[in-house]
């Protein structure tokens, strides 16, 4: 701020705004001055007084204020100076009007001096209440990502007790299906045991090439003799020594059979 801005009287009207504390601020030349030392332009003079009688800065709220006396200070005339007012007045009289101007422009620039303080502080308490309301808010989203943070490893938990849930339902089923297997392939050796034949294994569809030992022409000859004693049996006719019998219940595992010379 220059010096010529510092020495700079200025308007006192007080303007609705939504702190109530602003104060129009106009740099005045030519003013209209109150007994109870304030200061207005002339457009806000004019506005005020022609209704009101008290001074707008130190009226209440109810509208209620004490009669002031006015008076105008300044000149529209350029030719005039700050020198010319004192002329023609005795020293007593200067040194009055000098205390007087003195004392209310020490008393505007204490009322300028307080405003600008109620001002910083409205500002301060506006600052703190942002810092406050920017902390808080912080704190519910480091809260939130907390939670959110929580909320995956559960997850990530879930789903890798999930994959060790499938991974041992599959292991299972594994087992349960060489169990089958193992199931199904003694049973047809208990079969073919009971016939008295080897398994034929559709698992395995390698072909053998080597020649039959004589115990295998010997299983496939009475397997043979078998289902042939089977086939004419079904169609009346008996062969001749063929006997074929079932155990009880029809059960393979009393299944027996024999072959020898018939009656000729």
Not at 183 to 207: C, F, H, N, W
Not at 233 to 246: E, F, H
Request: with cysteine; glycine share 10%; charged share 30%.
């Amino acid at each position: 701020m220059s010096r010529d801005d510092f020495v700079m009287l200025r308007c006192n009207y007080p303007l609705k705004d939504e702190s109530g504390k602003r104060a129009c601020g106009k740099d005045l030349t030519e003013a209209w001055a109150t007994s109870c030392s304030h200061i207005f332009c002339p457009d806000h003079a004019r506005e005020w007084f022609r209704e009101h009688d008290s001074c707008p800065v130190c009226t209440d709220a109810d509208g209620k204020g004490t009669k002031v006396r006015m008076i105008r200070v300044g000149s529209k005339d350029a030719s005039l100076g700050p020198e010319s007012l004192l002329i023609g007045r005795i020293p007593s009289d200067m040194k009055k009007a000098m205390s007087t101007s003195v004392q209310f422009w020490m008393d505007q620039k204490y009322a300028e001096f307080w405003q600008n303080q109620q001002r910083e502080q409205d500002l301060r308490d506006a600052l703190k209440r942002l810092v406050s309301a920017g902390r808080r808010k912080i704190a519910e989203a480091e809260t939130k990502q907390a939670m959110l943070a929580q909320g995956r490893d559960e997850l990530a938990h879930q789903v890798r007790a999930a994959k060790q849930e499938l991974v041992a339902r599959q292991e299972e089923v594994q087992r349960v299906d060489a169990r089958r297997v193992q199931v199904r392939r003694a049973y047809e050796d208990m079969l073919s045991k009971a016939a008295g034949v080897t398994p034929r294994r559709q698992a395995s569809p390698a072909i053998s090439l080597r020649p039959p030992s004589p115990g295998e022409v010997g299983r496939r000859s009475a397997h043979h003799g078998l289902r042939s004693a089977i086939g004419l049996r079904s169609r009346g006719a008996s062969p001749v020594g063929a006997s074929v019998g079932l155990g009880r219940g029809g059960s393979p595992g009393g299944a027996s059979v024999g072959l020898g010379r018939g009656p000729s």
